[in-house]
């Protein structure tokens, strides 16, 4: 299979970030809407209500500390280089489901990928009356492992579609959600938009 053309789109993701009540730890979760390169749909039925529970790949962070630095209005978090793991959703497994962080990782793990450097994302609030805020991310990650699996009767392996990683561009809501799940004090939701590394970008 021929890797994703640099520069163009490689996938598209969502998910949330959870804040742990215990240690105050980050890991962020979900689902693809869609991975270049792969032929047929990624959600089964995406006009359901619970989206994610026909997710067929998933997605999962290993948890990290972020450093939060503050600049006037602007809030900037600072977050360590580390892992997230890809998961394919096989058929009577259990179903991902926003409720229970744990569900996004039940699946094959097929790959794993590693951010390249410490990412730095910021956030901002406009005035009240505006009713709007912002939050931004941007990081590099390379793949540091994966393994063969069939999806819509094809057989792929993402270090072919992506032998020199990704960068993504991330925007989280507006606000938290309420009533996060157990364990859990913070949950905010998240759009992720990557495209392909270069070869000379990888090393």
């Known amino acids: 299979m021929a890797p994703v053309i640099p520069a163009s789109v490689a996938w598209y993701v969502t998910g949330r970030f959870y804040l742990a009540s215990k240690d105050s730890t980050l890991q962020d979760l979900g689902y693809f809407i869609h991975l270049e390169g792969l ?3 990624l959600l089964e039925d995406p006009s359901g209500k619970v989206a994610e529970a026909t997710a067929r790949l998933t997605f999962r962070s290993t948890p990290f500390k972020s450093v939060t ?13 580390g892992d997230f793991t890809v998961y394919l959703t096989e058929q009577g497994a259990k179903r991902p489901h926003f409720d229970d962080p744990e569900s996004f990782s039940a699946g094959r793990p097929i790959a794993t990928f590693r951010r390249a450097s410490v990412v730095v994302g910021g956030a901002f609030d406009g005035p009240a009356s505006s009713g709007r805020s912002l939050s931004l991310n941007v990081f590099t990650a390379r793949i540091v492992w994966s393994t063969g699996f069939e999806l819509n009767g094809a057989r792929y392996d993402l270090k072919d579609l992506l032998p020199h990683g990704i960068t993504q561009w991330g925007e989280c809501g507006p606000s938290a959600l309420a009533n996060p799940p157990q364990g859990f004090s913070k949950v905010v939701p998240f759009v992720g938009s990557a495209v392909a590394v270069a070869p000379g970008l990888s090393r």
């Open 39 to 41: 032929h047929g749909p």
């Open 69 to 81: 630095l503050d600049n006037g209005g602007l809030s900037l978090s600072v977050d360590p280089v």
